[in-house]
């Protein structure tokens, strides 16, 4: 296992993420104890030492089995983290409520990693409002010795996490992003890195998979990667990806099999970056992975002829997002922080922005399909 370096602890660079575990029959909300518990055992015996959590993963049940799971190992022979759940506003107020639960549920004293979770631009306000104190609590938790390291994780946009750092980057000493060769520049993953390394915090990976995307590609694609490297399996060319990127100490997976994690354990056991060639094979291959958005520029032009004044290229960005990835939350979280009047069903489909867009592009008929997505 290769291990990293992190102030004057020594990390496995492989992480166990506790968002996907085994289940019964297919129910999130299910977890196989079992099952999770012997791949606990392979992870420690395989030289895993950091087990991520979180308080809303598998239906609110993630955090006590992996206390359970944990709690036969000396409490010095691996580090745990968890996050304060930001993504729901109606947490905002229970911070304190919230992480006593956290130490109980995961049968622990203190928490060696913890983190503001997601911080995007639906909670950013609520993260730097002082009347909820979660913030400010947190850090009281840590000169208490109730979290040995604070941080924090971010779907938000780079202009969201400036705003979260100007206010809380000098108490943040490691931040989780999501990051893969897709979202290098698809999700801006690049000027986040870029960003963090100007502020001196180490990079934390979420998703380096893209929810398992990237674990198997198209036949052309994967017949391009092997012709630089015969050996590698595609998978691990998403973690030697990582290798590359200067600031990654921690790469989180979420493995649901023993298979999942015996693969992984593999490809960590040697460091293996890319070199200029590979590097720019492999971003080509996400390019075209990414062929069928919609190519917006960011122009501009199409706003100062929308009669409802929406911002176009915003939504657009999101639209790529949510029609690539099949659904999930990114789109919908977003969209949560733009007033209905600005969202997508509010365009009235009058084609004045589709007359000035360099590009061709039917906004149109984009904004109606991504109303329809996000309604079902």
Not at 31 to 48: F, K, S, T
Not at 332 to 353: D, H, I, T, Y
């Amino acid at each position: 296992m290769i291990v990293k370096t992190f102030q004057n602890l020594k990390l496995s660079a492989l992480g166990m993420g506790a968002m996907r575990l085994p289940t019964i029959d297919g129910d999130d909300a299910r977890i196989d104890v079992e099952a999770a518990e012997a791949m606990v055992a392979r992870a420690m015996a395989g030289g895993i030492n950091y087990y991520d959590t979180a308080w809303g993963y598998h239906d609110g049940h993630s955090e006590a089995v992996m206390g359970k799971a944990l709690s036969r190992y000396p409490r010095e022979q691996f580090y745990l983290a968890t996050k304060f759940p930001g993504y729901d506003l109606a947490n905002m107020p229970h911070a304190r409520e919230i992480f006593e639960e956290q130490l109980q549920k995961c049968g622990v004293d203190y928490f060696d990693f913890y983190l503001c979770h997601n911080v995007c631009e639906m909670n950013i306000d609520a993260y730097l409002d002082e009347r909820y104190g979660v913030v400010e609590y947190l850090i009281e938790q840590k000169r208490a010795g109730r979290i040995r390291h604070l941080g924090f994780s971010a779907h938000g946009a780079v202009p969201v996490m400036e705003r979260f750092l100007e206010r809380w980057g000098e108490h943040m000493e490691f931040c989780q992003i999501q990051l893969n060769y897709l979202d290098w520049t698809f999700q801006d993953a690049r000027e986040k890195v870029e960003l963090l390394r100007k502020r001196g915090i180490p990079v934390w990976v979420m998703e380096p998979l893209r929810g398992g995307r990237l674990a198997k590609l198209p036949e052309e694609a994967e017949a391009r990667l092997r012709a630089l490297r015969p050996e590698e399996s595609t998978p691990a060319w998403a973690f030697r990806f990582l290798q590359t990127i200067p600031g990654v100490t921690m790469v989180l997976s979420g493995m649901s099999t023993i298979a999942q994690l015996e693969a992984n354990l593999r490809i960590f056991e040697t460091e293996a970056p890319l070199d200029a060639r590979e590097m720019e094979t492999l971003l080509s291959v996400a390019d075209g992975l990414l062929g069928d958005t919609l190519p917006c520029t960011a122009c501009h032009y199409c706003v100062s002829h929308c009669p409802k004044g929406l911002d176009i290229p915003a939504l657009l960005e999101l639209y790529n997002e949510h029609r690539f990835t099949g659904g999930g939350f990114l789109a919908p979280m977003a969209l949560m922080a733009v007033p209905p009047e600005k969202r997508p069903e509010a365009c009235v489909g009058c084609r004045s922005c589709e007359k000035v867009c360099p590009q061709r592009i039917k906004v149109s008929e984009a904004m109606a399909d991504f109303a329809a997505r996000l309604n079902g």
